[in-house]
């Protein structure tokens, strides 16, 4: 018998925690998705080794986010055991990988966000998220560098890998902007030193991105509007199809244990 889905008492820091919970184990799963099916054995072994990045930073997140929540739930239950509309993550990140060149603008796109966002977030007066920060920023600064190599070399390779990076630019744009989004939730904690405003950040990824973008002979999209409802549960079809498949063992057989 299929198990029901856990009860979520999102105080502010609970959801703020689960947001960046969400965003890492999401994309994770998708990066894993190419395990096997990578270009060349060794880009295989970089994009599964970006996942466990993210997966161990989706851990360390669910597992804070448990212990300030104050109940029963536990990093399992977070990620196994929630609806659709109780997951947090970006749109952008639970997009299809598409082809190489959508995931790697993908990878993109998030790296430069997440390399500036966790070196902000080393100076919050909440010791456990600083910690994470400190952890998860060496990792992102590969994540950055990694990606920002690869556009470069689509962009700027043959017409056709130029076309499809090109393709992938124009189609997640769109999606850029809940990255740097805060709500009321996320207001109070900025105010308190926990958390640190996006928003802040967003013209240092502008200037990243639009950097490495003109590099590989490439375009960014004039048309600034912007996709948003990832982090109030408001999500694309593609998560739930995701979510079947990330929890269907635990769903088919709760509790189950090797």
Avoid at 13 to 39: F, K, M, N, Q
Avoid at 82 to 98: A, C, F, K, W
Avoid at 238 to 257: I, K, M, N
Wanted: proline share 3%; net charge negative; aromatic share 8%.
């Amino acid at each position: 018998m299929a198990v029901a889905s856990i009860k979520v008492s999102e105080t502010p820091l609970v959801l703020y925690t689960l947001r960046r919970a969400d965003d890492a184990l999401i994309l994770g799963h998708r990066l894993s998705e190419w395990c096997g099916h990578a270009p060349m054995l060794e880009e295989d072994m970089a994009l599964a080794n970006m996942g466990l990045d993210l997966l161990g930073q989706a851990r360390e997140l669910y597992t804070y986010a448990a212990k300030v929540e104050g109940k029963d739930n536990d990093e399992d239950k977070f990620a196994y055991l929630r609806d659709v509309v109780q997951y947090r993550n970006l749109l952008l990140l639970e997009q299809p990988n598409g082809d190489f060149a959508r995931t790697m603008v993908r990878q993109f796109f998030y790296a430069a966000f997440a390399d500036l966002y966790w070196r902000a977030m080393m100076k919050s007066k909440d010791t456990t998220l600083a910690a994470v920060a400190a952890k998860s920023e060496k990792e992102s600064a590969y994540h950055i560098r990694h990606s920002s190599e690869w556009i470069v070399r689509l962009g700027d390779g043959t017409e056709e890998s130029h076309a499809r990076t090109q393709s992938a630019i124009d189609d997640l744009w769109a999606y850029t902007g809940e990255m740097f989004a805060v709500d009321d939730s996320e207001r109070g904690l900025i105010d308190a030193g926990i958390a640190i405003d996006p928003a802040t950040l967003h013209p240092q990824w502008l200037k990243t991105v639009t950097s490495v973008v003109n590099e590989a002979t490439l375009a960014l999209p004039k048309n600034n509007w912007m996709q948003q409802g990832g982090r109030s549960g408001r999500h694309s079809e593609h998560l739930g199809h995701l979510l079947s498949e990330l929890q269907s063992l635990q769903r088919s057989f709760p509790g189950a244990t090797w």
